[in-house]
C-alpha cells in the first residue's frame, strides 16, 4: 500500500506547526492516497522516522516522501536521505521515493506575485522588490534565490528586486535593509520567501520595526503560505513518482 509522508522543516513556534498540518490538510483532500503523514526534520515532533513509523503500521509498504521545503540545501540533501535511511534500516522491506523541494518554478514566481498583489499598494516604477531568503552555507541557496529574484523582475517589469538572507551568506538581512534604505525608490516591498510563519518570519518584522523614520514606504508582504498552486505542484510530483512505481 502506497503512502505519503510529507517532511516539514519544524519550528519550536506552534503557529507554524499549525500551518504546516493545515497545509498538509489541504493537500490530503487533493490527493487520492489513504495514507498520510506529516513529519518534521527539526524542532517538532513528529522526526522523519517516526513520520514512517507511523505509516508503516497502518500498512504502508511503498512510501512517497514529500519535502515541504523551497529550496535544495543541508536539509534535503544530507538531513532528509539521512534519516530515511535510518528508517530503512528498521524497515528493511520498504520502498521509499524521496521528491525534491519546490525549487525555482514558474508556480513559485506567481505566488509572490499574488502576495505583492495582496497589499493595497501597487508595484510602480517607483518600486523595488527586496527578497528574504532564509539562507544557507549550500551555494545552491544562493544561486536559486538569485534566480528566482530574476524572474521575479522579469514578470513584474519592477524597475530593481534585490536578495538577502536570514542566515549563513550575505548579503545579511541587515545588509538589504540597510541597502534598499539607501536606495532611490519610494515603495519596498519586503517579500519573505518563506513557507510558514515563524521565528524568523518574526524577525523580520522587528527588523522593519526599528526601521529609522525615511522618505520611503515599506510594505511588508505575507509568507508564502498556503496557496493552491503548491497543492498542485505537489500533486504532480505525487503523481509522478506514483507512475514511476508503475513503470509508466
Known amino acids: ?51 514512517v513509523d507511523r505509516c508503516v503500521a497502518q500498512g504502508a509498504t511503498r512510501i512517497i516522501v514529500v519535502p515541504l521545503l523551497l529550496l535544495s540545501a543541508g536539509h534535503a540533501k544530507h538531513d532528509i536521505p539521512a534519516a530515511l535511511e ?27 506575485i499574488d502576495r505583492i498583489g ?9 518600486s523595488m522588490i527586496l527578497l528574504i531568503g532564509r539562507g544557507s552555507s549550500d551555494p545552491d541557496t544562493k544561486r536559486d534565490i538569485t534566480a528566482i529574484a530574476r524572474l521575479l523582475k522579469e514578470k513584474t517589469n519592477v524597475p ?19 541597502q534598499a534604505n539607501a536606495s532611490i525608490y519610494r515603495h519596498v516591498f519586503v517579500v519573505p520567501y518563506l513557507l510558514f510563519t515563524g ?9 522593519l520595526e526599528a526601521l529609522p523614520v525615511s522618505h520611503q514606504q515599506w510594505h511588508l508582504c505575507s509568507y508564502l503560505g498556503y496557496h ?9 510530483q505525487v503523481l509522478s513518482l506514483s507512475l514511476a512505481k508503475k513503470g509508466a
Open 199 to 207: 521565528v524568523l518570519m518574526k524577525t523580520i518584522e522587528r527588523k
Open 1 to 51: 500500500m502506497e503512502a505519503i509522508l510529507y517532511v516539514s522543516h519544524g519550528s519550536r513556534i506552534a503557529a507554524a506547526r499549525y500551518e504546516a498540518a493545515r497545509f498538509v490538510e489541504q493537500c490530503k483532500a487533493a490527493i487520492d492516497i489513504p495514507i498520510q503523514e506529516l513529519c518534521f526534520v527539526e524542532l517538532a515532533e513528529p522526526d522523519i522516522v517516526t513520520g
Open 86 to 112: 535510518l528508517a530503512k534500516q528498521r524497515h528493511p522491506s520498504l520502498e521509499i521515493v524521496c521528491g525534491t523541494p519546490f525549487g525555482v518554478h514558474e508556480s513559485m514566481i506567481d505566488i509572490i
Open 160 to 178: 530593481h528586486v534585490d536578495i538577502c538572507f536570514l542566515a549563513a551568506i550575505h548579503p545579511t538581512l541587515d545588509e538589504g535593509l540597510e
Open 228 to 236: 493552491p498552486r503548491l497543492v498542485t505542484l505537489i500533486q504532480e
Open 118 to 126: 495582496e497589499h493595497p499598494t501597487p508595484l510602480d516604477n517607483e
